[in-house]
């Protein structure tokens, strides 16, 4: 398809497990974001890559989430030793280069709940 | 520091009547402004976009916002709701780079 793709769309863990999301951003799309997204809340910046390079992590919660992207195309969200409060939204977006005025363009997200 | 408030959690409308989403930002700079719409268990679509071009920016839809420096506002209005409106609306501030501040959202409700 034409858009973001992410996978799985609903994922249902026990607390300690880790877990991989997917995400496939339109090709040829430079940028790719993760958003974490609490219920009733809005988006929240994760991280951020152009190509293959993370280039900020800031807003990754501990160093038990950890992302990668390592062809500059797929990525990957893992999230080692979950917790209860990881249960979101986790929203992929990709956009043709990393500026403002580029817009980016968003997946359908993963619910992950945490048991 | 930027941050974008959402003044309204709910919004109820009977259809075909007018909608006004309102939405205030803080920020240092000349920012740009967004609307995005999300509907159920779906992705966020971007409904239109302020960057400093013309004050009032038409978006998708029908929907349409204005940017207000001295009131530090970015309304958004449609004339006339349809159904298929009823979905969350989220007002965005970025001050130029990759990084998108998000308000909490407002949820469109529309009475048939």
């Known amino acids: 398809g034409a858009g973001v793709s992410q996978s799985p769309r609903y994922k249902v863990a026990k607390r300690g497990q880790d877990v991989a999301l997917r995400c496939d951003p339109i090709?040829?799309?430079?940028?790719l974001f993760w958003y974490q997204q609490a219920l009733g809340q809005g988006p929240e910046f994760l991280t951020y890559?152009?190509?293959?390079?993370?280039?900020?992590k800031s807003g990754l919660p501990s160093d038990r989430f950890f992302a990668e992207r390592p062809e500059g195309s797929v990525s990957t969200l893992k999230i080692q030793r979950t917790q209860q409060e990881d249960s979101a939204v986790y929203l992929c977006?990709?956009?043709?280069?990393?500026?403002?005025?580029?817009?980016?363009?968003f997946g359908d997200g993963t619910r992950l709940s945490i048991l | 520091a930027q941050s974008v408030t959402q003044l309204d959690s709910h919004v109820s409308v009977s259809e075909g009547t007018p909608v006004l989403l309102r939405c205030n930002y803080s920020?240092?700079?000349?920012?740009?402004l967004f609307w995005y719409v999300q509907h159920p268990n779906k992705g966020l679509q971007l409904l239109l976009k302020?960057?400093?071009?013309a004050t009032l920016v038409k978006g998708i839809n029908g929907f349409e916002a204005e940017f207000k420096k001295s009131e530090t506002s970015f309304h958004l209005t449609k004339p006339s709701a349809h159904m298929s409106d009823a979905a969350e609306y989220f007002c965005?501030?970025?001050?130029?780079?990759?990084?998108?501040?998000w308000g909490a959202g407002t949820k469109l409700i529309i009475k048939p």
């Open positions: 965005v501030v970025s001050e130029g780079n990759y990084q998108l501040i």
């Open positions: 302020y960057t400093s071009a």
């Open positions: 890559f152009q190509n293959e390079a993370q280039l900020d």
């Open positions: 920020s240092s700079y000349s920012p740009s």
């Open positions: 977006a990709s956009s043709r280069t990393g500026t403002v005025n580029q817009p980016q363009h």
């Open positions: 090709s040829g799309h430079v940028s």
